[in-house]
């Protein structure tokens, strides 16, 4: 399971300072197969950096590289969208699968396994992915087309900017409240929410997708679900033989040996010769 923090709203001066936090804390509770974050900087531009071994008790010198994957990683954030990721692998360890999930002019970070009959990968192995195609035209009924489980933020451009989509299914855990960046903290965990600065917190509602254009102006849609399988047809039921006292089973019986039994005395007779006789 991997763990996410989401924030609509954040204190830029501590960027640096939430995201080595909410490292540190997933690398305390397992999710250390990979570190990503993502944010926007003043002048618009989408930052992000990520890895999938990076040294969390140490700071590289700049002149080596101490993300394997990255852009944009010295601006400064706007102080709005802010996105956390830190992985459990379920595919191939690596930067390229490792969140966010970079394409189509987004940033995707998700907890949770999902697949897709009509879904494919473009660049990675990542199940994550996925969800990213699915939302590329913020469709929300492209997810119908998504089995499994997820949570999942995506920052996602727009022509007035960015939007930041958080949704959460039927299956997988999100916490969500207000901070005191005058915005909204989503996580994983009630830990994880009091890391994004979570005044308050309460688990967030089944099948919710929620589109934020700021701190706090946002839609609701629901999360359409994948239609069920088709069920499995029904097991031939075993043709059972009718009792010996009904008339279809004593007649099936005399002509099917007709030679043998010429009516129903003879084959009565046959069918229970070694059966005791009652007695008159």
């Known amino acids: 399971m991997c763990k996410i923090l989401i924030q609509t709203a954040h204190n830029a001066a501590n960027l640096k300072t939430t995201i080595a936090k909410a490292w540190h804390y997933f690398d305390a509770t ?46 400064p954030s706007n102080g709005g969208f802010l996105l956390i990721h830190g992985r459990k692998a379920t595919c191939d360890k690596s930067a390229t699968n490792t969140h966010p999930m970079i394409g189509h002019g987004s940033a995707l970070i998700h907890n949770g396994i999902v697949r897709s009959e009509s879904i494919e990968n473009e660049t990675t192995t990542c199940d994550s992915e996925l969800l990213l195609i699915a939302m590329k035209e913020n469709d929300a009924t492209q997810l119908s087309k998504i089995t499994g489980y997820f949570a999942f933020g995506m920052i996602q451009s727009i022509v007035s900017g960015y939007q930041l989509h958080v949704a959460k299914d039927d299956t997988a855990k999100l916490f969500a ?24 917190c309460y688990e967030m509602r089944n099948d919710t997708l929620l589109t934020f254009t700021g701190p706090r102006k946002h839609s609701t849609r629901k999360i359409p679900h994948a239609p069920p399988p088709p069920p499995k047809p029904a097991p031939t039921p075993q043709k059972l033989w009718p009792s010996w006292e009904s008339v279809e089973a004593r007649d099936a019986y005399v002509n099917r040996y007709p030679r043998q039994h010429s009516n129903l005395a003879d084959a ?13």
């Open 30 to 75: 397992g999710e250390r197969d990979g570190f990503g974050a993502v944010w926007i900087s003043p002048s618009g531009q989408l930052c992000w950096l990520k890895s999938s071994a990076p040294k969390l008790d140490s700071r590289p010198p700049r002149f080596c590289l101490g993300f394997t994957d990255h852009q944009n990683q010295d601006e």
């Open 177 to 200: 409240g207000r901070n005191r960046s005058h915005g909204y903290t989503f996580g994983t965990t009630p830990d994880a929410c009091q890391i994004g600065d979570a005044k308050t």
């Open 268 to 280: 009565e007779s046959f069918l229970f010769a070694d059966e005791p006789q009652e007695q008159p």
